[in-house]
């Protein structure tokens, strides 16, 4: 193994060797090794193959930045290999390729590149020849496309989300963003800092600098209780109002802060020239992050390529670990001499000044770069490191309105951000060296505080941004062999994006789209300066005046299970629980809540929940209805935002009076009913059904910002919590009670609403209910609700008031013929098919889904929502999606069924064709196992279908 001695390899545990395969290849590493490194360290530098030509490609910057490094590591394809730690019986195996890595059947393409031109595939498969397309060549190309294999059988994986909002949010965690975090959070900000490396200090960690500087600015930030650091932990995007996705391992960060600070450094530039892409070529950062991170020596005998001064310290670290320097090539003009040229040639290090590297040569199959041409003559090496300047990271400043810009004098990419929430420190900003990162950090946290309206500590006044060393611009022209790849990714040479042009795509978003160029993994990080110089140079404009491409979120690698979040059920309990469990409530979940379905031993269910049924017929009972969706609209058009979001007429409602809602879609489907009880002339009690009221609200919200209206939206669903008090008994029950409010059948009408205090709770109360008998709703705040409950309870007893559940509560609203949203409706469910059209207003002119159901009303109905009796007899019967039958087609199916008590037999709705919906229809239902059964099709309600009970 190609290992230095220690204090090379901060990473690695020397102590702990970890086995893993690579290619069917057992190969070892130590702990904290990533799969490059470990791989680099025993002589393995191929880890993919190209896209296009299936050319060997290995590690470039040993920070994830490129493509090359994509395997699949078990189950899991497209793994960074040079970020992915490895573990023991780890297997590895390489991406795009056919046959074996070293024997690549398809690298034969590398020959047939004259026959590929860019955009080869708009000329071949468009216009008249598209069936040869569809027929031959895409199958064809299907196959040889992407890049790792979807393991369906693999294990699922815990994924996981979680909320973080903080006052500053530091993204880069190097010098200047810690200094930043520092200065922050001594000024008593809550700050996070995130880094995508496994310990913060950024370059420091691996480049030649001041170790002590480091270690203090980290010992710092520890120490402060209100900065906390999230290391390997990825800002993968900028979204409005900052949000940021943070992306740790397989957890995703929800970021919200009203400060951002990014200090996310810069990105090292590739040189082009003629085989530019051979393993062992890395940028000079990745040869240092190999030394001091993991300790591995990168080769015996190095070339240098050094545009800026970052390249002379890399010939310092190799000289220091021991590697032979054939040579130092700086490509800036003669006369630029500095000490450290001085200092390298004293060490026998010979120094090609204005001079460039022309092509490189590999070893057999291209497999690691072998020799360099300069100035016509070939050094031998197994090592280029490539120091030929940098550019900002750009995405997330882009993302967040920077724009980019690029000074043709000193050939520096520059940003500028407006935005006040949003600042650049550091070497994004162009402010470069150590002392310049930190006072900048300093600098910037100043001004987030500001923007915070904090206090801040003293800092040094020479905050001023030093001046900023020119950078280098490579000339780019093309080799007459090809073959200098501008964007590894999509296997792009200069002659490609010069092809583009000559087509007539001279503006670079049409480069792109024609090329490619940008679209890979890397997403332009290698290749989006170069080709903006080639297009500019092309066409006779300024970099400026080209720019560079868009860079959307995310900005690297996502998951789609950080996505999906986690898989574990949200619990939740209303307040009324721990009184349910105390009465020997068999509980269970409904969606996110755990809810009652009956009281007793669940071998007696059936029994138990005929008796609940029976209470609430005879006597009273009593229904916690705390998960009920519970809104408050209030201000002076409310009124008549409820007239344009509900289906019945709103504005014109009077205070005290509750009226029932029906909501639609824009398509005119039924997607949430309730009630709406008005508190005064601008303000609304509103329900939902439990499963709705997110979408409700958040469809409030949208309406309430596209519409204007002076209206404010509350959701108070876990505020207030709720109690059905229903049955013959259940007036006699609040009369016991002591209260403000009348309760008396004159006091108290149906559909009215009053407010006041029972039992000593302020309580609102509707008299509305599901069961079809005088009912009760008592809604209070959800830290009174026990105290209501126990009093209900204990002033009912002399009643025969029970509690009762959710399965009594469905047999119930069954005999009534009320709907259950979601479950007796459908996406495409119209309040004609549910003989709805009390429910909708015929005089106001707009309300949502309006239009769209007086259109659907036009074409010929198809189905009706109608109910069923079946014979009291009937032995066999069906389950709830039981199909409908018409002439032995199905044209419908039973949405809810059970059997009545009160009745005696039992009873069903279910859509029927709309032919077959007139009362006393016969309709034939399939049973689960394939019998047919009949029933006969009654009104909706089975149970006192005059409504008589409500109104005693």
Known sequence: MSRLPAPWGTRIDRLRPVRFSFEGKTFEGFGGDTIASALAASGQWVLSRSFKYHRPRGAVSMAGAEANTLVQAGHEPNVQADREPIRDGLVVSAQNVSGSLDHDRDALMDRLGRFLPVGFYYRTFMGPRRDSWLKLWEPLIRRKAGLGVLDTAAPPQFFDQVNLHCDVLVVGAGPAGLSAAIVAAKAGADVVICDENPEPGGSLTYRR????????????????????????????????????????????????????????????????????????????????????????????????????????????????????????????????????????????????????????????GNRHVAAVKVAGRWIECDLLSVSVGKVPAWQLPCQAGAKVGYEDTSARMVLELARDNVLLCGSISGNTGLEGAIMDGRRVAQAALSGLGHGS??????????????????????????????????????????????????????????????????????????????????????????????????????????????????????????????????????????????????????????????????????????????????????????????????????VGKVRYCLMLNEMGSVIDDGV?????????????????????????????????????????????????????????????????????????????????????????????????????????????????????????????????????????????????????????????????????????????????????????????????????DAGNLPDEGGLVLRHGNPVGTITSIGHSPTLGYPIALAYVHAEDSAKGSRISIRCGNGRIVEASVVTHTFFDPENKRQDL
């Open 457 to 654: 500590l003293p800092v040094p006044e020479n905050c001023l941004r030093p001046p900023t060393a020119n950078g280098y611009a490579q000339p780019l022209v093309p080799h007459p062999k090809g073959r200098d790849f501008v964007d590894f990714d999509e296997d792009l040479q200069i002659k490609d994006l010069l092809n583009a042009v000559e087509e007539g795509y001279s503006e670079l978003e049409l480069t792109k789209r024609f090329t490619t160029v940008g679209m890979g993994p890397s997403q332009g990080r290698h290749s989006a300066i170069a080709t903006a110089r080639i297009v500019a140079t092309a066409t006779g404009r300024r970099v400026g005046q080209v720019g560079v491409t868009t860079a959307r979120p995310p900005t690297g690698p996502e998951k789609l299970g950080l996505l999906a979040g986690h898989h574990h059920a949200l619990e939740r309990r209303t307040s009324l629980h721990a009184r349910h469990l105390a009465l020997g409530a068999r509980i269970k979940p409904v969606g996110s809540w755990w809810r009652p379905y009956f009281y007793g031993a669940p071998e007696h269910a059936g029994e138990l929940t005929k008796r609940e049924v029976d209470a609430v017929r005879n006597h009273a009972g009593l229904l916690d209805v705390s998960t009920l969706g519970k809104l408050e609209v209030r201000g002076p058009d409310a009124g008549l935002f409820m007239d344009r979001l509900y289906t019945m007429a709103h504005a014109n409602q009077s």
């Open 676 to 872: 709406a009880y008005r508190l005064a002339a601008d303000r609304f009690y509103v329900t939902s059904t439990t499963g709705a009221v997110a979408r409700v609200y958040a469809d409030m919200l949208f309406w309430n910002a596209q519409w204007g209206l002076k209206v404010d939206v509350l959701n108070l669903t876990s505020a207030f919590s709720g109690l059905n008090l229903t049955g013959p008994k259940a007036r006699a029950v609040l009369e016991a009670m002591e209260s403000d409010i009348d309760f008396s059948r004159e006091g108290f009408a149906y559909l009215d609403g009053h407010e006041g205090m029972l039992a000593g709770v302020p309580v609102r109360a509707m008299r509305i209910g599901f069961t079809g008998e005088i009912s009760y709703e008592l809604h209070c705040p959800s830290s009174y609700a026990p105290a209501l409950w126990d009093a209900v309870m204990a002033a009912g007893r002399p009643h025969g008031l029970r509690p009762y559940g959710l399965e009594a509560s469905r047999i119930l609203r069954l005999e009534k013929g009320h709907i259950l949203i979601g479950q007796d409706t459908d996406a495409l469910t119209t309040p004609d098919e549910l003989g709805f059209t009390w429910a909708v207003s015929k005089k106001k002119p707009f309300f949502v889904g309006k239009r769209s159901i007086e259109m659907r009303a036009r074409l010929d109905q198809k189905r009706r929502l109608v109910g069923l009796a079946f014979p009291a």
């Open 209 to 364: 600098s001041d170790g002590v500087t480091l270690s203090d600015l980290v010992r710092e930030a520890r120490s402060l209780p209100n900065l906390r650091i999230l290391t390997g932990t990825i800002c993968n995007g900028w979204f409005e109002d900052n949000w940021l996705p943070l992306i740790q391992k397989n957890r995703l960060y929800r970021a919200r802060a009203r400060q951002v600070i990014l200090a996310a450094g810069t990105i090292e530039q590739p040189a082009v020239f003629r085989n530019n892409d051979l393993p062992g070529i890395l940028h000079g950062g990745a040869v240092q992050r190999l030394m001091r991170h993991y300790a591995v020596r990168p080769g015996t005998r190095a070339v240098v390529l050094a545009a800026d001064g970052d390249g002379y310290d890399v010939a310092q670290d190799l000289l220091d670990a021991g590697v032979t320097i054939a040579a130092l090539i700086d490509p800036r003009p003669v006369g630029t001499e500095n000490g450290a040229q001085a200092v390298l040639r004293a060490l026998g290090v010979e120094i090609l000044s204005g001079a460039m590297i022309e092509e490189a040569r590999g070893a057999a």
